[in-house]
């Protein structure tokens, strides 16, 4: 499998929100809430929405976001999601991976994430690469009601 990942534009948002769509543990955002990460903004959390390409098609995304105004840098995953018929095939590692690459590069001593106690495949994944289980959230998500195991991963050492 040959995968390019590169910024999401303009023409992968409706894609990306109907891989969010297949995938009912994903964030249900609209159209316009993906399109408006791709938008310049003053903030100072920087956004990035990340597309895994499989023949020019995209295979899955991730949403990733970083608050720059603080020391050290926190870094969240936000969205990860894969299109069903590339499931389990390295497409959401691979992503995974470039978030990771992302948040170092742009200061991140760690990455967090919530996932959704149920979510077992996405749990493994995070585990395999290096995420360690900092809490629980108790019913954190809704539709259904579900409690968030909260994870992170180190990038680098925090400097004193």
Avoid: H
């Avoid at 959390?45 to 295979?59: E, F, N, P, S």
Wanted: glycine share 6%.
């Amino acid at each position: 499998m040959r995968l390019t990942i590169r910024a999401a534009v303009a023409a992968d948002v409706a894609r990306v929100q109907a891989i969010a769509a297949a995938n009912p543990t994903a964030p249900q955002w609209s159209v316009e809430q993906f399109a408006e990460i791709l938008l310049p903004n003053e903030s100072a959390v920087t956004r990035v929405l990340l597309v895994g390409l499989q023949d020019d098609a995209v295979a899955g995304f991730v949403v990733v976001s970083a608050l720059t105004a603080v020391y050290p840098v926190e870094a969240e995953l936000e969205s990860i999601a894969v299109a069903p018929e590339w499931q389990r095939q390295g497409v959401g590692r691979a992503l995974l991976e470039a978030a990771m690459c992302w948040a170092d590069s742009v200061g991140a001593a760690d990455l967090r994430l919530e996932v959704r106690t149920g979510n077992n495949s996405a749990r493994n994944l995070y585990e395999r690469t290096g995420f360690d289980v900092e809490g629980i959230r108790r019913g954190y998500y809704a539709n259904p009601v579900e409690d968030a195991v909260c994870m992170s991963r180190k990038l680098r050492p925090t400097e004193m």
